[in-house]
C-alpha cells in the first residue's frame, strides 16, 4: 500500500495512506492530537513512578518520542512498549519534522536511536526511558497484567473495524494491570461498546484540535 508523508494543520508530518484515505495522525494537528489525547488524557494521570506503557501502533515514533521528553518532567521512570506490524521505513521516519516542531534538537540523536534499535530487544534510550519494540499484530498480543497505560493508536475503525473489536479490547483489558489506563482518540459507539464489554469502565472526554471526543477506560478490580 502506498504512504506518503504530508503535513498536517499544526505544521508536523505524519503519513497518509491514500488507497483508504487514511493517516497516522491527525489532518488537524499530530503533534496536537499526541499531546492532547495520550499524554494530557493518559500520562499526566501518573507521577513520581516506574511505569510500563504499551503503545498499539508504533508508527511514526511521534507517541514513544513526546513520551521519552515529558516522562523527565513528572518523575517518571518508563519502560515502553511499542506494537507494529508494518514499520515504517527510514525514508519515511527521516522526513518527519518532529524534532525541529518539539523544539528538541537537542534530542535528535534520540529519536534516531528509537526508530534504529533492534527489533524485539529492550532497549535504555535515556536512563529513564527503554523501548522495546515488537512487529507484531495487535491480534496477537497475549500479554497479562504487564502495562499501567496503553496508547490505543490504531488505524481507524472506519477502514479497520476488526482492531476495535471485542476480542481485541478483552486483549487490552488482560494487558493492564489492576486500575490500568487506555487511552485513545476514537469515539463511536460501536468502540465503546466494545469497551464496555470487555470489562472497562469508560469515560468520553474533550477530543483533540478537529474532533469533539474521545475515550478513556480504565480496568478497575
Not at 529492550?122 to 507484531?136: R, Y
Not at 488482560?174 to 487506555?182: D, I, M, Q, R, S
Not at 483533540?208 to 471526543?213: C, D, I, L, T, V
Amino acid at each position: 500500500m502506498k504512504r506518503h508523508v504530508v503535513r498536517t494543520a499544526d505544521g508536523s508530518t505524519s503519513i497518509h495512506l491514500p488507497e483508504w484515505n487514511e493517516s497516522y495522525h491527525s489532518k488537524h494537528g499530530a503533534i496536537q492530537e499526541a499531546q492532547h489525547v495520550f499524554i494530557k488524557n493518559g500520562l499526566d494521570l501518573f507521577q513520581n513512578q516506574f511505569l510500563s506503557i504499551l503503545e498499539i501502533g508504533f508508527g511514526t515514533g511521534l507517541n514513544a518520542f513526546i513520551t521519552l521528553l515529558e516522562a523527565p518532567k513528572r518523575q517518571l521512570t518508563i519502560q515502553y512498549t511499542g506494537v507494529e506490524a508494518y514499520p515504517v521505513l527510514a525514508e519515511e521516519w527521516q522526513h518527519m519534522n518532529y524534532v525541529a516542531e518539539l523544539q528538541a534538537e537537542d534530542q535528535a540523536p534520540l529519536f534516531e536511536q528509537m526508530h534504529n534499535s533492534a527489533w524485539e530487544q529492550e532497549i535504555a534510550i535515556t536512563p529513564v526511558f527503554s523501548l522495546c519494540k515488537h512487529q507484531q499484530r495487535i491480534q496477537d498480543i497475549a500479554n497479562q497484567d504487564q502495562f499501567n497505560l496503553i496508547y490505543f493508536d490504531a488505524f481507524g475503525y472506519r477502514v479497520q473495524p476488526e482492531l476495535w473489536s471485542d476480542e481485541i479490547f478483552k486483549r487490552m483489558y488482560a494487558a493492564l494491570k489492576p486500575n490500568g489506563v487506555l487511552v485513545t482518540y476514537a469515539a463511536t459507539g460501536a468502540v465503546r461498546r466494545s469497551m464496555l464489554a470487555a470489562g472497562f469502565s469508560v469515560e468520553k472526554l474533550a477530543g483533540p484540535p478537529g474532533k469533539r471526543e474521545m475515550l478513556r477506560a480504565t480496568k478497575h478490580l
